[in-house]
């Protein structure tokens, strides 16, 4: 069975920085395109940043030159450094893969981490 285990999130101050890890597990053939979601309360999920197995990215323009998404293969891992966070960086972060497994492509999430920034 594949999972997607997040960690990493927190109480921040603006300003501050986090780092959101996920790991992914289980019976693994290959993991495609990474990717961290948020939604924030009353609001759509949505895109935040994206990688592809060969390490190409994409942001969202609001956390541009703030937050950077990467990933270690050999593990499973994919990660988000976000620094000079901002009250509106405040969200549940999802991170989000596509999975090759037992013969099969699958798009799997991870349970959610709250990231909250707050003075």
């Known amino acids: 069975q594949v999972q997607l285990v997040e960690s990493g999130g927190g109480l921040v101050q603006p300003g501050g920085s986090l780092r959101l890890s996920c790991a992914a597990s289980?019976?693994?053939?290959?993991?495609?395109?990474m990717g961290w979601y948020r939604q924030a309360p009353g609001k759509e999920r949505e895109l935040v940043a994206t990688?592809?197995?060969?390490?190409?990215?994409n942001y969202i323009d609001s956390v541009k030159g703030r937050f950077t998404i990467s990933r270690d293969n050999a593990k499973n891992t994919v990660y988000l450094q976000m620094n000079s966070l901002k009250p509106e960086d405040t969200a549940v972060y999802y991170c989000?893969?596509?999975?090759?497994?037992?013969?099969?492509?699958?798009?799997?999430w991870g349970q959610g981490t709250q990231v909250t920034v707050s003075s």
């Open positions: 989000n893969a596509g999975i090759v497994a037992m013969g099969y492509t699958s798009n799997y």
């Open positions: 289980g019976i693994i053939f290959r993991i495609n395109a």
């Open positions: 990688i592809t197995s060969g390490g190409s990215t």
